[in-house]
């Protein structure tokens, strides 16, 4: 008798140990604190079908991201290549079960993601190439959350293929309650904000790539609201850095 065995499945890393880091929210007056330490887990190479792959365990989000590429793609042609992002919710991914194929969400995210990472990469050096990115939700309590994470996983994913990048692109978020700003904020924190924001940043160049804005704020709280989301990436972007060279060196 055969055994089965679910290709859809991706196992978290046996052995894992998660950065612990201060909360940088702390040092303002302003802002709330989040009520612990931001722990973050991310494995590169465990999908071997895939050119890069990257697995994400954070607060509230567990991501699996495969990218393939760079491989030729059908005319017109192109000067340069093209990025396809996929987004796929499980139907366990979040508390109300969702409905396979009617799941409109994905479509908006996969959008949401590729401005994020579309200004890391060198796609002038890839003519008529494309780069196909597939992300695979298992968890995610909110869309901030989903779409900072799965930015770091597709950001490691292309990276762990050899795909030539400006630079490490890390999402992270943020959410202003009552006028005080909170960093990686939980679900229940998103739904009593008045306004959310997700920045997609390269902390190594000091750049901001994009970043997806929802809800209230005045132009003040807007601004410092983008500034915390990049002192939170510069965090982010240590424990990529090292879940590449673990990687590398696996």
Avoid: W
């Avoid at 052995?15 to 612990?36: H, M």
């Avoid at 890391?120 to 695979?136: A, G, T």
């Amino acid at each position: 008798m055969a055994t089965t065995f679910d290709r859809r499945r991706i196992q978290a890393p046996e052995d894992s140990y998660p950065p612990i880091v201060e909360n940088l929210a702390a040092s303002s007056s302003k802002q709330t604190d989040p009520g612990a330490v931001f722990t973050a887990d991310l494995k590169t190479g465990l999908v071997t079908q895939a050119n890069g792959s990257a697995y994400i365990e954070a607060s509230g989000v567990k991501i699996a991201c495969s990218a393939f590429g760079p491989r030729p793609k059908p005319p017109p042609y192109s000067p340069q290549g093209s990025l396809n992002v996929e987004v796929k919710f499980a139907p366990f991914a979040s508390k109300a079960r969702r409905a396979p194929l009617r799941d409109t969400e994905p479509v908006n995210h996969s959008v949401l993601l590729t401005q994020l990472l579309l200004p890391s990469l060198r796609l002038h050096l890839l003519p008529k190439l494309s780069i196909d990115v597939h992300l695979l939700v298992l968890e995610g309590d909110s869309d901030a959350a989903v779409l900072s994470a799965g930015l770091t996983a597709c950001s490691a994913a292309i990276a762990d293929a050899g795909i030539p990048m400006s630079g490490l692109t890390v999402g992270s978020s943020v959410a202003s309650i009552d006028h005080s700003l909170l960093l990686n904020p939980t679900a229940s924190d998103i739904s009593s904000s008045q306004a959310a924001v997700t920045v997609g940043a390269m902390p190594a160049l000091g750049k901001v790539t994009s970043f997806h804005f929802v809800g209230e704020a005045d132009l003040d709280d807007a601004c410092k609201m983008v500034e915390l989301g990049v002192t939170g990436a510069k965090t982010t972007h240590a424990v990529l850095a090292q879940a590449l060279v673990e990687g590398s060196t696996a």
